[in-house]
């Protein structure tokens, strides 16, 4: 601990005597000042003991003395010490008063003590201080190192939080929780969630003090890693603010938290290149070649059904709208490129549905295959994994806030288009990942940020001929028909619609339009001669059928 006026008094050499504010002994004292201004206020920083001989003072009068007293605690000075025996014998009384009155701490110094031995001995305690203080950093370091390498980032938010006799807990890029300690702290890291987010927007390193009611404590929160977004955050929470030592400690954590960040970055950019190899098999048709290559890294992935996502940017879609076939797989970027940033920071949304993907498999212990492919991303995570839903959450929380805003911002190029396929196994891996490129396609022309393929199935074609294209399709084969009518010369179009819905049945047909079997013959025969196209082909009767639908749908 720092020197405090009680050490002083209780300095045996010193020989100091209080004489007021004797209450306030447990002060700290930042330093030991001699000065016989009569108002040495603006030389002061606040801390200090402020030695004196009243050479320069009128110090029986009571109103000088209430009003420099005054200053002297107003300015910081937490202590004053007044020599006896240089120009006054004794303490005068109007300074006794003012001092007692402010509640300043006055100390008597006999005539045999010299200044000098009171400033040696606060330099002296200030340096004992700060050497305590640098060799229980160094303790605290090498015991924050070898819980590292021993125990992980577990064992280093235990060594962390009884060096600073608080808590500490690690977040991940996402903002989530990854570890406490101790663990009755893992609700009140989880309040600082937001705290962590808006962390995470600034650029690294940064920290920031966070306190109040509903932390309950104070709280630092500092960002890790070395790149332009923090890959992780650190919080330390104390009933106070932190000393000297506990400081050391807190940056030899975060250090030690970058390292290994860092490693894992390194790690994770080497195992996105192997899952990118194995990606290309598995839609290769060599699931065995696959497995080999993946060995234990992606656990039973490869053994279980899985679905695939595929994912786009909006202007990537935009380009890739009349692309035929697979993008083909290429090795995953470097560990150079910019980090992900989760919802809502105005990040990339591709590498956002990265690392969520990969935060949510991480909690819950599942593995999942990420392989950013430029401005693609594809993903393969287990059935039912939560890896796939915090995707379809991620896309969810995308959907909502493009109908939260103007028209003009969701047509920006941040958004995400996203496919998923149907479960599928390692032999059907092509397969399911054509699924998710279909039902990327079709949330691309729907105005959808996510489609599940399993969905198309479901529903009904319909939908798909509000697209432009068929409409236009429509347009052009039936003009025809739709100009003839118009004269007034006959109902070609609702004779022709009747006719098909009712599967080419004569009598049913013209009983729904009101007309002789005879006369829906005839009009059947011009559309024959108007379209220049015969009604006995299937192929017609269904793209006839498709264009009436179409045009329907307008």
Same mark, same amino acid.
């Given at each position: 601990?720092?020197?405090?006026?009680?050490?002083?008094?209780?300095?045996?050499?010193?020989?100091? =005597?209080?004489?007021?504010?004797?209450?306030?002994?447990?002060?700290?004292?930042?330093?030991?000042?001699?000065?016989?201004?009569?108002?040495?206020?603006?030389?002061?920083?606040?801390?200090?003991?402020?030695?004196?001989?009243?050479?320069?003072?009128?110090?029986?009068?009571?109103?000088?003395?209430?009003?420099?007293?005054?200053?002297?605690?107003?300015?910081?000075?937490?202590?004053?010490?007044?020599?006896?025996?240089?120009?006054?014998?004794?303490?005068? $009384?109007?300074?006794?008063?003012?001092?007692?009155?402010?509640?300043?701490?006055?100390?008597?110094?006999?005539?045999?003590?010299?200044?000098?031995?009171?400033?040696?001995?606060?330099?002296?305690?200030?340096?004992?201080?700060?050497?305590?203080?640098? =060799?229980?950093?160094?303790?605290?370091?090498?015991?924050?190192?070898?819980?590292?390498?021993?125990?992980?980032?577990?064992?280093?938010?235990?060594?962390?939080?009884?060096?600073?006799?608080?808590?500490? /807990?690690?977040?991940?890029?996402?903002?989530?929780?990854?570890?406490?300690?101790?663990?009755?702290?893992?609700?009140?890291?989880?309040?600082?969630?937001?705290?962590? $987010?808006?962390?995470?927007?600034?650029?690294?390193?940064?920290?920031?003090?966070?306190?109040?009611?509903?932390?309950?404590?104070?709280?630092?929160?500092?960002?890790?890693? =070395?790149?332009?977004?923090?890959?992780?955050?650190?919080?330390?929470?104390?009933?106070?603010?932190?000393?000297?030592?506990?400081?050391?400690?807190?940056?030899?954590?975060?250090?030690?938290?970058?390292?290994?960040?860092?490693?894992?970055?390194?790690?994770?950019?080497?195992?996105?290149?192997?899952?990118?190899?194995?990606?290309?098999?598995?839609?290769?048709?060599?699931?065995?070649?696959?497995?080999?290559?993946?060995?234990?890294?992606?656990?039973?992935?490869?053994?279980?059904?899985?679905?695939?996502?595929?994912? $786009?940017?909006?202007?990537?879609?935009?380009?890739?709208?009349?692309?035929?076939?697979? /993008?083909?797989?290429?090795?995953?970027?470097?560990?150079?490129?910019? /980090?992900?940033?989760?919802?809502?920071?105005?990040?990339?949304?591709?590498?956002?549905?990265?690392?969520?993907?990969?935060?949510?498999?991480?909690?819950?212990?599942?593995?999942?295959?990420?392989?950013?492919?430029?401005?693609?991303?594809?993903?393969?995570?287990?059935?039912?994994?939560? &890896?796939?839903?915090?995707?379809?959450?991620?896309?969810?929380?995308?959907?909502?806030?493009?109908?939260?805003?103007?028209?003009?911002?969701?047509?920006?190029?941040?958004?995400?288009?996203?496919?998923?396929?149907?479960?599928?196994?390692?032999?059907?891996?092509?397969?399911?990942?054509?699924?998710?490129?279909?039902?990327?396609?079709?949330?691309?022309?729907?105005?959808?940020?996510?489609?599940?393929?399993?969905?198309?199935?479901?529903?009904?074609?319909?939908?798909?001929?509000?697209?432009?294209?068929?409409?236009?399709?429509?347009?052009?084969?039936?003009?025809?028909?739709?100009?003839?009518?118009?004269?007034?010369?006959?109902?070609?179009? /609702?004779?022709?619609?009747?006719?098909?819905?009712?599967?080419?049945?004569?009598?049913? &047909?013209?009983?729904?339009?009101?007309?002789?079997?005879?006369?829906?013959?005839?009009?059947?025969?011009?559309?024959?001669?108007?379209?220049?196209?015969?009604?006995?082909?299937?192929?017609?009767?269904? $793209?006839?059928?498709?264009?009436?639908?179409?045009?329907?749908?307008?």
């Amino acid at each position: 601990m720092p020197p405090t006026l009680a050490s002083l008094v209780h300095h045996s050499a010193l020989k100091l =005597t209080v004489r007021a504010g004797a209450d306030r002994l447990d002060v700290p004292v930042r330093w030991a000042h001699v000065s016989e201004l009569a108002d040495p206020v603006p030389y002061m920083e606040g801390g200090e003991l402020l030695l004196i001989t009243a050479l320069k003072l009128d110090a029986e009068d009571p109103e000088a003395m209430r009003r420099y007293v005054k200053r002297l605690a107003g300015a910081g000075v937490v202590g004053l010490g007044f020599a006896v025996g240089v120009n006054y014998d004794e303490i005068p $009384e109007a300074l006794v008063d003012a001092a007692e009155a402010e509640r300043l701490p006055l100390l008597e110094v006999p005539r045999r003590t010299p200044f000098l031995a009171i400033s040696k001995a606060v330099s002296a305690a200030i340096a004992a201080d700060q050497y305590r203080a640098v =060799t229980a950093g160094f303790a605290a370091q090498r015991e924050l190192t070898r819980q590292a390498l021993n125990a992980g980032p577990e064992g280093l938010l235990a060594a962390l939080a009884a060096q600073v006799d608080g808590w500490a /807990a690690l977040y991940d890029a996402s903002g989530a929780v990854v570890a406490t300690a101790p663990e009755w702290a893992v609700r009140r890291a989880a309040r600082l969630t937001a705290d962590v $987010e808006r962390l995470r927007d600034r650029p690294a390193p940064a920290s920031a003090v966070v306190g109040g009611p509903e932390t309950e404590d104070r709280v630092e929160l500092h960002s890790i890693g =070395t790149g332009r977004r923090p890959r992780a955050a650190l919080a330390v929470g104390t009933a106070a603010p932190l000393g000297t030592a506990e400081r050391y400690a807190v940056h030899s954590a975060i250090a030690l938290l970058t390292l290994t960040t860092e490693r894992s970055r390194s790690l994770h950019a080497a195992e996105q290149r192997i899952g990118a190899a194995v990606l290309r098999m598995l839609l290769a048709g060599q699931p065995d070649h696959a497995r080999a290559v993946a060995g234990d890294l992606y656990g039973g992935l490869l053994d279980a059904p899985f679905r695939v996502i595929v994912a $786009e940017s909006a202007s990537a879609s935009a380009a890739r709208a009349h692309a035929d076939g697979h /993008a083909r797989v290429q090795a995953a970027r470097p560990a150079s490129a910019a /980090a992900p940033a989760a919802p809502g920071t105005g990040g990339d949304p591709l590498a956002g549905l990265a690392e969520v993907a990969e935060a949510a498999a991480a909690r819950s212990g599942e593995a999942v295959l990420v392989v950013p492919d430029g401005e693609r991303l594809v993903v393969l995570a287990g059935d039912g994994s939560a &890896a796939v839903a915090a995707c379809a959450e991620y896309a969810a929380a995308l959907e909502a806030a493009r109908a939260a805003v103007s028209e003009r911002t969701a047509g920006e190029e941040d958004e995400l288009v996203v496919g998923l396929s149907a479960p599928a196994g390692p032999i059907a891996a092509a397969a399911a990942y054509k699924q998710a490129e279909q039902a990327l396609s079709v949330a691309r022309r729907r105005g959808r940020v996510l489609v599940e393929h399993e969905q198309l199935a479901s529903g009904s074609v319909l939908p798909l001929l509000a697209d432009d294209a068929v409409r236009a399709f429509a347009d052009g084969l039936l003009r025809a028909l739709y100009e003839h009518d118009a004269t007034g010369r006959g109902d070609l179009v /609702a004779s022709l619609r009747a006719w098909l819905s009712r599967h080419g049945q004569w009598d049913a &047909a013209a009983a729904d339009l009101g007309v002789h079997r005879h006369t829906l013959r005839y009009r059947m025969r011009r559309v024959e001669e108007i379209l220049g196209r015969s009604l006995d082909d299937p192929d017609v009767r269904m $793209e006839l059928w498709l264009a009436l639908k179409a045009t329907s749908t307008e």
